[in-house]
């Protein structure tokens, strides 16, 4: 999802108090690592984007350029959320299928879907099953499965039912406190675990984007 005005806020707010840390990052405009990955065209633009201006998923750098090398147009990919995330697999992948809980930004992301992608609203209050049991009625099983919507805990437990045998799921912001519980319950299913840790686009603060696997899968881990 686009940044919202008070994340840009914060953003602008913190270099303009660390000045040694703006001088280091204006240094990088034209060249360097932020250059090269398009953090200052997300930062212009509120979009996750690459340099070129091209959609990318808002996982963190390491976990983008993992990917790029591993995706294939045989691949099918559930997406809990959607966005530039949608566009990204989209370009990449067979399919894509994303369910939005926000009117507004399914709209928007609606209008830029390809052929390959779909996106479906999720409205709680006309809906018989729950969130998290949206993918049980297509009765399909995926490649890869993305979290990075509301209610992840119970999504993570429930996604790993619609994975193909070589199938892995990919959960974002994994660093936060409230998953730890849930992520060590799927060591219990012979799932382990790759963390990339950086920076995502438009943002500073270190996070973590998590890819869980069993021995044979679909990524070649």
């Known amino acids: 999802m686009a940044l919202t005005l008070k994340q840009k806020i914060s953003s602008v707010g913190y270099l303009l108090t660390h000045p040694k840390a703006l001088q280091m990052i204006l240094s990088m405009k034209e060249f360097g690592y932020l ?45 809990y959320g959607s966005g530039s995330s949608t566009l990204f697999f989209a370009n990449r992948v067979k399919e894509i299928i994303s369910f939005e809980t926000d009117r507004c930004w399914f709209e928007k992301v609606k209008s830029k879907l390809p052929p390959n992608a779909s ?35 119970e999504v993570l437990l429930n996604s790993i039912n619609y994975l193909k045998e070589d199938g892995v799921v990919i959960l974002d912001n994994s660093d936060r406190d409230e998953y730890r519980n849930t992520m060590d319950e799927l060591k219990k299913f012979h799932f382990k675990r790759i963390d990339f840790w950086g920076i995502q ?8 984007t998590t890819i869980f696997y069993k021995s044979e899968n679909c990524l070649g881990i």
């Open 201 to 208: 686009a438009a943002y500073l603060n270190k996070t973590c």
């Open 35 to 79: 250059s090269d990955e398009g953090w200052f065209s997300s930062l212009n633009s509120g979009e996750s984007v690459d340099k070129f201006g091209e959609p990318i998923t808002w996982f963190t750098y390491p976990a983008i350029d993992f990917l790029k090398e591993r995706l294939n147009k045989n691949m099918t990919v559930f997406e």
């Open 119 to 153: 996106i479906i609203l999720f409205d709680e209050n006309n809906s018989a099953i729950s969130y998290p049991k949206v993918i049980d009625p297509l009765n399909k099983k995926f490649d890869i499965i993305i979290v990075d919507a509301i209610e992840r805990n």
